[in-house]
Every structure is written in C-alpha cells, then in structure tokens.
C-alpha cells in the first residue's frame, strides 16, 4: 500500500517535470486523488465483485459470516446509510445495498407510481445505480476531506502524535463503496434485451445482478398473484446473456442471482420444446394440469403431449395460459434451482409466500444434493406479517408441544392485547435471530430487505406531519428530528457540509489560493453545530 506521504512524494515529482505548473500543489493532488479513487462504474464492478466473491467463499466455510442489505430507491438514501453503517460498526465488511425494481417502479418511473409489473422505463435501474455510487464516491471525498482539516490542524499546532494518528487514518480509510445486487426483474424482454440491460447496469457499477424466471411482459411481483413462468431453456438464455454482458466488459467473476417464482405461480406461457423423455423441457411440462383424452375427443385448437404413452391435453385458460398441477411449487422451485446453479448461476433466490425457516431449508436441502454449495439471497419482505406470521409459528408449536394455548385466538395474534405475552416475546426473539438462524439452518448467504427505506420514508414523513401542522407546530421538528440529529450524532443535521460545502471550499482554495471567496466562514449558520453533543 502506498502511504499518503509517498503518494505526495510521487506527485510532487510529476510536478517538478513541468516547469510551469509551479501553483499547483502536490498535496492538494494527492486529496483530490484519494477523494476520487473509483473513476468509472467498471472500476466499482470489479471491486465489489472481488468483496463479493469473498464472502461467498467465506460464508462456504462458516455459516455465520453471512450478508446483508437494506433496499435503497435514492442515492441518498444508500449514502445515509452506509455512513451510519460506518459510523455504529467502524465496518462496512459484509454489508451491501440491494437495489429494488419494486421501489423503482413505485418512486423513479418517468409515469408517476406504478406497481412492480416491469412497466417503468429500463435505463432508470443503471441509473439508480450510478446515483447511488455517486453518493457513495462522494460520502468517501467528504470524510476523507474531515480527515484532511485535522490533518492541517495538527500541522499547525506541532502535534506530531496527531499527525501520525491522522495520516494512519487516511491510509487504512475504508471505502463507502459496497457491492449492490441489482435486479434486472425478468430482462425486460428477450434475451437480447437482457443483455443491453446488464451491460449498462455494470457499466454503472452493479457486480451483481438479480433476475427472475417470469414472462417479461407478464411480469409481477413476486408476493402477488398472477405470475406466469418460461422453460428452462428461455430462463437460461438470459442467464448466459447476463453472463455474457460481465465477461465482455471484464468482470469475469461478476456474480449473477437466479430467482425463481415458482412456488406461488401457477402458470406459464410456453409449453417447452422436449426432444425425448425426462430431458429438461419434458420434466417442465410433467408439471403441467392435463388431462387423458381419446383421439376422436380432440376438439379444434387442442394443443396436445404424449407423456408415458397417453394423450394428454394440457388444461389452458382463457387467456390462452397453461396452469400447473396444484401442489407443484417446491418441485418446480428446486428444479429451477438446481437447473441455473448447473448452468452459470451463482446464487438463487427463492421467493416464498411467509418466512419459514423449516420451509425454505426442506428446499435447500434437496437443491444441495444436487449442488453441495448451492446458497440464497433471501428477500426478508416487507409484505410478510412478521409479527403475526411468527406469532403462528410459535403457537403452532406449543400447540404441537401439548402446551396449553388456550388463552390465544390464533387468528387474532397481532394484537396489541398479547404484546407482552411468553408467546410474543418468544416470536419476537425468532424474529430477531431469523437471519442468524436461517443461515445457518437454511443455506441463506445474503439477507435484504427489499423496500425498508419506502416504508421508514413514509413512517417518518407522517409523524413529522401529524406534529408539525397540528399543535406541536415547529416543535415538532426541533424536539423529534433535529434535536434527535444532535443527540444520535447523525451527520445531516450539518446539511450543507453533507452537500459537500467544505470540499467545494477545498477545491476554491486549491484552485485560487487565498482569493478564494469560500462559504465556510464565520458567517455560516452551520457553525451553529459545531463541536455539539
């Protein structure tokens, strides 16, 4: 590693060759380096994807080192994030962003809210993600650039203990930088697109990217109804097209998560092209709902398989799709799975209809015969009941346990009335170590949630609203959010600092010297939060 020291060694060097760059200062290029390490998406992508590569090996061997990620729809709100993760854990090790298309859909659509149906324009997901590592890349320059005024401070004191303490500091600095899972939803249509997609999507910095094996232009959420499947054959294309994408632009080890929705969609478009019995088109349409004909049955416009020498006709709606045998989802699921960790997958991702660990590790467990290290990205969703879904679980159990439970109403558990009950202390403390637990019982690598930040936006929009235009008026926002930002030491209550005021002022004087017209002076209202507690 090249210390700060040398680094303005070596710039001071380059300067000398020129003979008239005499007002530029060596020191000065060296912070503007070291505040501007990442120069392009690609730079970002091939960083992170190593983090991530990483993780994934040190997560093989113990099954306590897993990951996790909050869904972030701004730069914003992924920069705040990754400073406070800095700020309570000195560490960003194992914690990444997680970039959700259901929060694009819903916030950054050029057509106003719409739900997670694939309808918002695709080049708003690279985008988002250059927005957010430009929060990032920009969260690195403003406390590189706090460490930099201490740095002067010393000097100019003589404390030399403090100088060495503070170049120690900008040397081992660690980056805001963090891999992002991207989700590119279905490939928002064919192969091909998929494939122009995920190259902006790296381009902007994604070393990870998330796809799912629904229909493009059927595509739903993965927690409502109405979700419609392809073949295997169709899902893997775009999966060597993601894969493709990575190579070509030199992020060999680009990681690429399979979704399947499987288990709660019970239709597909296609039936898949078989060429012989038990290959992979042929077990796909195994789960087909058919039923046994006679030739002289066959009506106009049948679509007809011969499964195990029968004629079967599959059973297909009104909207010309077919529909699966119910009770068929885990199967599909874990073939699914199997089927893209065998053929350039990474990681997969199965979304469930509740959080339950036995559920999920029953599919793990089948999927790792087949693949020993198979490892998920698990959606800890926002549309689940937490509360009430473990408070079942918990009574469900007892019940099992010859416990008494008749003091509960199972249908009533979110209640108020059993907050402090043995059973919701009991749910709560599994709610608390589901993540701890399913990684290890359930073969769960990385845990995001995927719209947290939507629902914290809203949660503290409306309190501040319901205090501030009622009777608490201005109190309202002094008592519950700026007095609470200098209490908890949240960097935003210095806002144009955050903005990045000071750098701007750094550069001024870099460029001006003492001409500079700088904001920083006495003047400014933000020293008003100077030195708080």
């Given at each position: 590693?090249?210390?700060?020291?040398?680094q303005v060694e070596n710039a001071k060097s380059s300067i000398k060759q020129q003979h008239n760059w005499q007002s530029i200062d060596a020191e000065s290029v060296t912070r503007m380096r070291l505040q501007n390490r990442f120069k392009t998406g690609l730079d970002i992508a091939k960083?992170?994807?190593?983090?991530?590569?990483?993780?994934?090996?040190?997560?093989?061997?113990?099954?306590?080192?897993?990951?996790?990620?909050?869904?972030?729809?701004?730069?914003?709100?992924?920069?705040?994030?990754?400073?406070?993760?800095?700020?309570?854990?000195?560490?960003?090790?194992?914690?990444?962003?997680?970039?959700?298309?259901?929060?694009?859909?819903a916030l950054r659509s050029e057509f106003g809210p719409l739900p997670d149906q694939s309808m918002h324009?695709?080049?708003?997901?690279?985008?988002l993600i250059e927005e957010l590592y430009t929060f990032l890349r920009q969260a690195d320059a403003r406390e590189l650039?706090?460490?930099?005024?201490?740095?002067?401070?010393?000097k100019e004191s003589g404390d030399d203990v403090k100088l060495n303490a503070v170049q120690q500091q900008i040397d081992q600095h660690q980056t805001h930088v963090v891999p992002i899972i991207a989700d590119i939803d279905a490939g928002f249509g064919n192969a091909e697109a998929t494939y122009l997609l995920a190259k902006q999507m790296i381009e902007a910095?994604?070393?990870?990217?998330?796809?799912?094996?629904?229909?493009?232009?059927?595509?739903?959420?993965?927690h409502q109804d109405g979700k419609v499947t392809v073949p295997h054959a169709d899902f893997l294309a775009k999966i060597n097209a993601v894969r493709y994408a990575f190579m070509e632009l030199g992020v060999d080890d680009g990681v690429i998560v399979a979704r399947t929705d499987s288990l709660g969609a019970g239709l597909t478009k296609q039936i898949a092209v078989t060429e012989k019995p038990g290959d992979l088109g042929d077990q796909y349409n195994s789960f087909l709902d058919c039923e046994q004909i006679a030739e002289e049955d066959i009506s106009n416009g049948d679509v007809l398989l011969k499964q195990e020498g029968k004629l079967m006709r599959p059973k297909r709606l009104a909207s010309n799709l077919f529909q699966f045998k119910p009770g068929t989802g885990e199967q599909r699921c874990i073939l699914d799975c199997i089927t893209s960790l065998q053929n350039g997958a990474d990681l997969i991702w199965i979304e469930t209809e509740k959080p339950h660990i036995g559920q999920i590790g029953n599919m793990v467990n089948e999927i790792r015969?087949?693949?020993?290290?198979?490892?998920?990205?698990?959606?800890?969703s926002p549309s689940f009941n937490w509360t009430l879904n473990f408070r079942q679980q918990v009574f469900d159990a007892m019940k099992e346990a010859g416990k008494d439970v008749s003091s509960y109403d199972r249908d009533r558990?979110?209640?108020?009335?059993?907050?402090?009950?043995?059973?919701?202390?009991?749910?709560?403390?599994?709610?608390?170590?589901?993540?701890?637990?399913?990684?290890?019982?359930?073969g769960i690598f990385h845990h995001l949630i995927t719209l947290p930040t939507y629902h914290t936006a809203a949660l503290s929009t409306d309190n501040l609203a319901k205090e501030y235009f009622g009777e608490q008026g201005m109190l309202g926002y002094v008592l519950n959010v700026q007095r609470q930002e200098i209490r908890q030491d949240i960097a935003c209550v210095?806002?144009?600092n955050m903005a990045g005021s000071d750098m701007g002022d750094d550069h001024k004087e870099y460029f001006a010297g003492d001409a500079a017209l700088k904001a920083g002076g006495k003047d400014n209202t933000m020293n008003q939060f100077a030195n708080i507690a």
């Amino acid at each position: 590693m090249t210390t700060y020291r040398q680094q303005v060694e070596n710039a001071k060097s380059s300067i000398k060759q020129q003979h008239n760059w005499q007002s530029i200062d060596a020191e000065s290029v060296t912070r503007m380096r070291l505040q501007n390490r990442f120069k392009t998406g690609l730079d970002i992508a091939k960083y992170t994807a190593a983090i991530m590569r990483k993780d994934m090996d040190a997560y093989d061997k113990d099954s306590s080192l897993y990951t996790q990620s909050l869904g972030c729809w701004h730069g914003f709100i992924g920069q705040q994030k990754m400073i406070s993760i800095k700020k309570h854990f000195q560490s960003t090790e194992r914690r990444y962003l997680y970039l959700s298309g259901w929060m694009i859909a819903a916030l950054r659509s050029e057509f106003g809210p719409l739900p997670d149906q694939s309808m918002h324009e695709k080049t708003s997901v690279p985008m988002l993600i250059e927005e957010l590592y430009t929060f990032l890349r920009q969260a690195d320059a403003r406390e590189l650039g706090g460490l930099f005024r201490e740095l002067d401070a010393a000097k100019e004191s003589g404390d030399d203990v403090k100088l060495n303490a503070v170049q120690q500091q900008i040397d081992q600095h660690q980056t805001h930088v963090v891999p992002i899972i991207a989700d590119i939803d279905a490939g928002f249509g064919n192969a091909e697109a998929t494939y122009l997609l995920a190259k902006q999507m790296i381009e902007a910095g994604a070393c990870c990217i998330q796809i799912e094996n629904q229909v493009s232009d059927e595509k739903q959420c993965g927690h409502q109804d109405g979700k419609v499947t392809v073949p295997h054959a169709d899902f893997l294309a775009k999966i060597n097209a993601v894969r493709y994408a990575f190579m070509e632009l030199g992020v060999d080890d680009g990681v690429i998560v399979a979704r399947t929705d499987s288990l709660g969609a019970g239709l597909t478009k296609q039936i898949a092209v078989t060429e012989k019995p038990g290959d992979l088109g042929d077990q796909y349409n195994s789960f087909l709902d058919c039923e046994q004909i006679a030739e002289e049955d066959i009506s106009n416009g049948d679509v007809l398989l011969k499964q195990e020498g029968k004629l079967m006709r599959p059973k297909r709606l009104a909207s010309n799709l077919f529909q699966f045998k119910p009770g068929t989802g885990e199967q599909r699921c874990i073939l699914d799975c199997i089927t893209s960790l065998q053929n350039g997958a990474d990681l997969i991702w199965i979304e469930t209809e509740k959080p339950h660990i036995g559920q999920i590790g029953n599919m793990v467990n089948e999927i790792r015969k087949a693949v020993p290290n198979a490892k998920l990205v698990y959606n800890n969703s926002p549309s689940f009941n937490w509360t009430l879904n473990f408070r079942q679980q918990v009574f469900d159990a007892m019940k099992e346990a010859g416990k008494d439970v008749s003091s509960y109403d199972r249908d009533r558990l979110m209640s108020v009335d059993y907050d402090n009950t043995e059973l919701a202390v009991t749910a709560d403390e599994k709610i608390r170590t589901f993540q701890q637990d399913a990684a290890r019982e359930a073969g769960i690598f990385h845990h995001l949630i995927t719209l947290p930040t939507y629902h914290t936006a809203a949660l503290s929009t409306d309190n501040l609203a319901k205090e501030y235009f009622g009777e608490q008026g201005m109190l309202g926002y002094v008592l519950n959010v700026q007095r609470q930002e200098i209490r908890q030491d949240i960097a935003c209550v210095k806002h144009q600092n955050m903005a990045g005021s000071d750098m701007g002022d750094d550069h001024k004087e870099y460029f001006a010297g003492d001409a500079a017209l700088k904001a920083g002076g006495k003047d400014n209202t933000m020293n008003q939060f100077a030195n708080i507690a």
